[in-house]
Nanobody, 120 residues
Framework: QVQLVESGGGLVQPGGSLRLSCAAS????????MGWYRQGPGEQRDLVAS???????DYADSVKGRFTISGDNAKKTVYLQMNSLKPEDTAVYYC??????????????WGQGTQVTVSS
């Protein structure tokens, strides 16, 4: 079982910043990549940013230049620094992790989600 625990969401004014964190836990796991997705009301869940275990990153066009994803392999933790936030960034943000457990079992795990609201 791989568990992801997210933190850092909240209410922020337009132009403000938030930092999300997501920590993975579980026995004998090797994480290949972690990412952040978001889902607004009535919308599908879309990729915001991802990072591999060797540091390669990918971003949605809508957040490039404003959001930065980073990771700490030793802590099995991924961060999302969100700057210059806009009302359209309002959504539930979900952490995702891909990897292997006990060398044989693939996992694709999700966190419980954290609400980010950008409003004046």
């Amino acid at each position: 079982q791989v568990q992801l625990v997210e933190s850092g969401g909240g209410l922020v004014q337009p132009g403000g910043s938030l930092r999300l964190s997501c920590a993975a836990s579980g026995s004998d796991i090797r994480i290949n990549a972690m990412g952040w997705y978001r889902q607004g009301p009535g919308e599908q869940r879309d990729l915001v940013a991802s990072i591999t275990s060797v540091g390669s990153t990918d971003y949605a066009d809508s957040v490039k230049g404003r959001f930065t994803i980073s990771g700490d392999n030793a802590k099995k933790t991924v961060y999302l620094q969100m700057n210059s936030l806009k009302p359209e960034d309002t959504a539930v943000y979900y952490c995702n992790a891909l990897g292997w457990r006990s060398h044989y079992f693939k996992f694709d795990s999700w966190g419980q989600g954290t609400q980010v609201t950008v409003s004046s």
